[in-house]
């Protein structure tokens, strides 16, 4: 069972009957990370400067990449992840506009989400917040999302 049926179930309340069930669950995660966020005291606005809030949460909860056992990345850490990464991608994509793209196969394919910008370029939200986790401020992520929606 994939963790996002963990968390929300089975339903997905798609507006798009094409959309696939994991754009669907990226979308509803990225509306409840913020909300999570937010009432731990991260902005969490869709904003291109909410993206330093994503670093902060990292850097507090996970120093050195590593979860705090009693942190907000403590347990779930892949779906907090993932949501995370919907988040990020969210923000970017309203910045500059684009689609999520996702198959329903593997999986595999909640890491390799992407998003197809208008400018033709495709990004890959959730592998970025792995790397941010993995090689700190160096992969940062507002940085990544500035110079995507600043070009």
């Known amino acids: 069972m994939s963790f996002f049926k963990k968390l929300f179930g089975n339903k997905t309340d798609a507006k798009d009957t094409n959309q696939s069930k994991l754009v669907t669950d990226i979308l509803k995660s990225a509306e409840w990370i913020a909300k999570a966020l937010s009432s731990s005291g991260y902005k969490a606005d869709f904003s291109i400067e909410s993206l330093k809030e994503i670093d902060r949460f990292i850097d507090e909860q996970a120093p050195n990449g590593i979860p705090k056992p009693d942190g907000l990345l403590g347990t779930d850490l892949g779906s907090r992840v993932f949501a995370i990464g919907g988040y990020v991608g969210e923000v970017i994509r309203r910045n500059v506009g684009g689609e ?8 595999e394919d909640e890491v390799n989400i992407a998003i197809h910008l208008k400018n033709d370029t495709t990004i890959w939200p959730v592998q970025r917040v792995m790397k941010r986790l993995k090689n700190g401020s160096e992969d940062g992520i507002y940085v990544y999302g500035y110079a995507i929606t600043h070009p």
């Open 100 to 107: 999520w793209e996702g198959k329903d196969e593997t999986s």
